[in-house]
Nanobody
């Protein structure tokens, strides 16, 4: 059974940084590399795709609002996906979710809260 656990959220001041992690279990990235993405949902707003990394060649895509500030990466040996978030802004505050697509099935973590406030 595939299981995702996000961590790394918290309270940070504007301009600060956080690194989110998404630890995956139930299979190993060395046997199957999934498409992985980070989404976020702020109160009263729709869920937003923040960043994705492709299965092969590590091709990354980002929402315009985070380009140049966020970086998605994957460590296949650790079955973990990361989201490095720099120069955080108050509008980045949300619950961040990891999503993984493996052989047509979509899996979600429970989310991690990011609060950006002085």
């Amino acid at each position: 059974q595939v299981h995702l656990v996000e961590s790394g959220g918290g309270l940070v001041q504007p301009g600060g940084s956080l690194r989110l992690s998404c630890a995956t279990s139930g299979f190993t990235f060395t046997t199957y590399i999934p498409t992985t993405s980070w989404y976020r949902r702020a109160p009263g707003k729709e869920r937003e795709l923040v960043a994705s990394i492709s299965r092969f060649d590590d091709i990354t895509t980002y929402a315009d609002s985070v380009k140049g500030r966020f970086t998605i990466s994957r460590d296949n040996a650790k079955n973990t996906v990361f989201l490095q978030m720099n120069n955080l802004k108050p509008e980045d505050a949300a619950v961040y979710y990891c999503n993984l697509i493996k052989q047509g099935n979509s899996y979600w973590g429970q989310g991690t809260q990011v609060t950006v406030s002085s």
